[in-house]
C-alpha cells in the first residue's frame, strides 16, 4: 500500500498539462481526488476517478462525479471515453504500465491525451546516494518507494510510450533541484547529467 501522504496530494503543477477545453478527464489513482477536484474547479469539466484503495476512494467521491474502487485494467469495463487520462505518480505502481496505456487508447475520445508525472531514478540525490552507499534501499516514500513496481529514465519513459503507440507532445522536468553540489557536478560533466536534476517527467502523450 502507498505512503498515505500521497492519497491528499493536489498535484497542482500538473494543470499546466492538460489542455483548454476539456469536458472529462479520468484520474487514475486518484486517492482522495484532491487533484482531479482542481481538474474539475479549474476546467468545469466531468471527473472521475480509479482508486484501487477503498478509504481514499470513499473521501474521492465526495468530491468527483464518479468513483470506481477497483484495479485499472479491462475488467473494470468503463463503458465511456474521456477527453484526458492522467496518472500522476501512478504508472511505477503497475506490474504493466505497458498494458495501461494500451487499454487507454480505448478509452480515449479522438483527439483525447495521456497526462502523467513519473518519478525519474537518475534523480541526483537519489541516484548519487544509491552509487556511493553501493545500496538499493527501498524507502516509505519517494523514489525508492518500497510500493516501486518499475522505474524510468527519460529515455526509458519515451521508449514505453512509443512502444505503446503514443506520440509525447510534451515531456517536461518538474521539481528540480536546488543542490549546489548538482549544478557543480553538472558543470564538470558539461551538462551529461542535466537530466539528473528533475525529481519527476511530466508528460503528455497523444495516440498515434
Not at 528540480?176 to 558543470?187: A, E, V
Request: aromatic share 14%; proline share 5%.
Amino acid at each position: 500500500m502507498p505512503n498515505a501522504q500521497y492519497y491528499k496530494l493536489n498535484r497542482s503543477e500538473m494543470l499546466a498539462f492538460i489542455p483548454p477545453g476539456i469536458t472529462s478527464l479520468l484520474d487514475v489513482g486518484c486517492g482522495e481526488g484532491y487533484f482531479a477536484a482542481l481538474v474539475k474547479e479549474t476546467f468545469h469539466c466531468e471527473v472521475w476517478g480509479v482508486e484501487p484503495v477503498y478509504e481514499p476512494s470513499l473521501e474521492a467521491q465526495k468530491k468527483l462525479d464518479k468513483v470506481i474502487n477497483g484495479y485499472f485494467d479491462r475488467s473494470l469495463k468503463i463503458e465511456r471515453k474521456f477527453d484526458v487520462i492522467s496518472f500522476n505518480d501512478v504508472l511505477e505502481h503497475l506490474v504493466d504500465p505497458w498494458s495501461a496505456l494500451r487499454y487507454c487508447r480505448e478509452l480515449l475520445n479522438p483527439g483525447g491525451v495521456i497526462v502523467t508525472s513519473i518519478p525519474n531514478i537518475l534523480y541526483f540525490h537519489d541516484f548519487m546516494q544509491m552509487l556511493l552507499s553501493r545500496d538499493w534501499k527501498y524507502e516509505e516514500a519517494g523514489i525508492f518507494d518500497k510500493t516501486h513496481l518499475r522505474f524510468f529514465t527519460k529515455k526509458s519513459i519515451e521508449r514505453m510510450f512509443q512502444e505503446c503507440g503514443y506520440d509525447i507532445a510534451t515531456q517536461q522536468g518538474i521539481r528540480p533541484t536546488d543542490s549546489k553540489k548538482f549544478y557543480l557536478f553538472n558543470i564538470a560533466t558539461l551538462g551529461y547529467w542535466a537530466e539528473s536534476q528533475f525529481l519527476q517527467y511530466g508528460i503528455q502523450a497523444k495516440p498515434r
